[in-house]
């Protein structure tokens, strides 16, 4: 009865350099959320993806930020030339299919450390 | 703009009383209301949740209230153990639209420490 699973649990990237964070849901759901928290503060939304699909992508930065999940495999959370402000720790979270109201359900994060 | 406040950065509270984090929202079209509690270097865990229909939702050791007037919730852990030290974050969602799923809005978190 696996959660929600991300790796890598620690990321060192130099600047420039493209960062590619996963995320495996808990089993049987089919939304998956990611959320970036920055040093002393609260978790904030970056997107919302269902299989294959973006939902809602307000959260995320217009420029090298992507996100995808597809029909097989992991989601994953894309940085590309990364910057020293995108230090933070990225956690994505997973729900049920179908219903009103569903608790989102959290993995361990990933730790990204630009220098 | 902060939409999600939890004004206490910390608390301290003897072990065997009662824990009480506070929360206050802004947006009125906040429907569904979660807490969650985090160790370092981990994700969050889920806790307990309350929709706008109930004013209360007990579950063992913690219960919630709901104050929709005054746009205020709080988690009462009683009684506390040491345990439950940890940041306790706050979160809100909008009614679904579509009887699907919605971003949720964090506050800042209140660390909690348990003293033996």
């Known amino acids: 009865n696996a959660g929600v699973m991300q790796n890598p649990r620690h990321l060192v990237r130099r600047r420039g350099q493209e960062a590619r964070l996963r995320c495996s849901p808990m089993?049987?759901?089919?939304?998956v959320y990611w959320y970036r928290q920055l040093p002393e503060e609260g978790l904030k939304f970056m997107v919302y993806?269902?299989?294959?699909?973006?939902?809602?992508e307000s959260g995320m930065p217009k420029e090298r930020f992507s996100a995808e999940f597809p029909k097989e495999g992991p989601s994953i959370l894309r940085i590309q030339q990364v910057v020293r402000g995108d230090s933070a720790a990225y956690f994505c979270?997973?729900?049920?299919?179908?219903?009103?109201?569903?608790?989102?359900?959290f993995g361990p994060g990933t730790r990204l450390t630009v220098t | 703009d902060q939409q999600v406040k939890q004004n206490s950065p910390s608390l301290s509270v003897q072990e065997g009383r009662i824990s009480i984090l506070n929360c206050d929202y802004t947006?009125?079209?906040?429907?569904?209301f979660l807490w969650y509690k985090k160790y370092p270097a981990e994700g969050p865990t889920f806790l307990i949740s309350?929709?706008?229909?109930?004013d209360k939702n007990e579950d063992g050791r913690f219960t919630v209230f709901l104050n929709k007037s005054a746009k205020h919730l709080s988690l009462h852990i009683v009684p506390s153990q040491p345990g439950d030290s940890a940041v306790y974050f706050c979160?809100?969602?909008?009614?679904?639209?579509?009887?699907?799923?919605?971003?949720?809005?964090f506050g800042t978190g209140t660390r909690l420490t348990i003293i033996p």
């Open positions: 993806l269902q299989k294959e699909n973006i939902i809602d």
């Open positions: 979270a997973s729900s049920l299919e179908s219903g009103l109201y569903y608790e989102q359900y």
């Open positions: 947006n009125s079209m906040f429907d569904y």
């Open positions: 309350i929709s706008s229909i109930k």
């Open positions: 089993k049987g759901h089919s939304h």
């Open positions: 979160a809100a969602s909008p009614r679904p639209a579509n009887f699907g799923n919605e971003k949720l809005t």
